[in-house]
């Protein structure tokens, strides 16, 4: 019978061995090692993205499809932005909150995948750590560029922005969603293979992102120059320092 530091280090935590091997005299059963490096907590939050993502096909219809279409065409985004009803509002605040619970967790993955520990954390505290960062930036850019917007007295133009940028974090969410179990319960060179392939995905929605934001420029008969300004100023920059900060912190 499992002790109940055991029970906790099992379901909370990650494993600190490499290669999965335990050490000599260790009294771990194989069941208990396997515990260990995939936490039960693991399936169940594999489990409620899972049924959060039914829940929202169910009651807003197919998300998927009109998702990927608002991220490859530039006039569904903008039909999809000036349908003030409550259904929109409600299936946007929903697939933000799927996105950050998943890119969490992706994160989460990657970070255990590459033995990455800001500030020594791991496991579910990890997950938590994650989930505010994301969600912090989330806040971050909305107040900057609502501020920017109040400056330059464009604030409409600036929420429309904010609004085709951020089909692309719903994007996100939906797309890490099947790669998160492959990554969570695969081991060796094809957890890696997987690891590899959500930061491309994740990276390709990126260059997606970008790519909207220079036709939305062109659209609303932008400067070049004012968008490039933005890209160093409010999407480069912030990569250069988040990376930065990895680096001190780790």
């Known amino acids: 019978m499992w002790g109940q530091d055991s029970i906790s280090e099992a379901v909370f935590r990650f ?10 005299g260790n ?3 194989a069941v208990e090692q396997v515990q260990v490096f995939h936490p039960a907590w693991f399936f169940f939050l594999l489990f409620v993205f899972a049924g959060f993502l039914a829940w929202i096909r169910s009651y807003y219809g197919n998300v998927i499809i009109q998702t990927v279409q608002a991220s490859t065409n530039y006039q569904v985004a903008i039909r999809m ?6 259904l929109q509002k409600q299936l946007d605040q ?3 909150l799927f996105y950050f619970l998943n890119m969490s967790f992706l994160l989460l993955l990657l970070e255990t995948g590459f033995q990455l520990q ?3 954390l791991d496991g579910i505290n990890l997950f ?24 330059f007295d464009r604030v409409n133009l600036f929420r429309e922005y904010l609004y085709n940028i951020f089909i692309f974090n719903k994007l996100a969410g939906i797309c890490v969603l099947p790669l998160l179990p492959l990554m969570a319960y695969t081991g060796g060179w094809i957890r890696d293979i997987f690891h590899w392939t959500g930061i491309v995905v994740v990276l390709l929605i990126v ?3 970008v790519a909207r934001s220079i036709v939305f420029s062109f659209k609303k008969d932008i400067s070049i120059f004012y968008l490039f300004v933005y890209l160093c100023a409010l999407e480069t920059v912030p990569l250069i320092l988040l990376y930065r900060w990895i680096e001190g912190v780790l």
């Open 207 to 209: 260059l997606l992102r």
């Open 94 to 96: 929903a697939l933000y």
């Open 27 to 29: 009294e771990l059963s």
């Open 81 to 86: 932005f000036r349908d003030n009803s409550l």
């Open 15 to 24: 494993s600190q061995l490499a290669g999965g091997t335990l050490p000599a």
């Open 128 to 151: 938590f750590f994650n989930l505010a960062f994301l969600v912090g930036i989330f806040l971050a850019r909305i107040v900057l560029l609502n501020v920017a917007g109040f400056l």
């Open 118 to 120: 800001p500030y020594g």
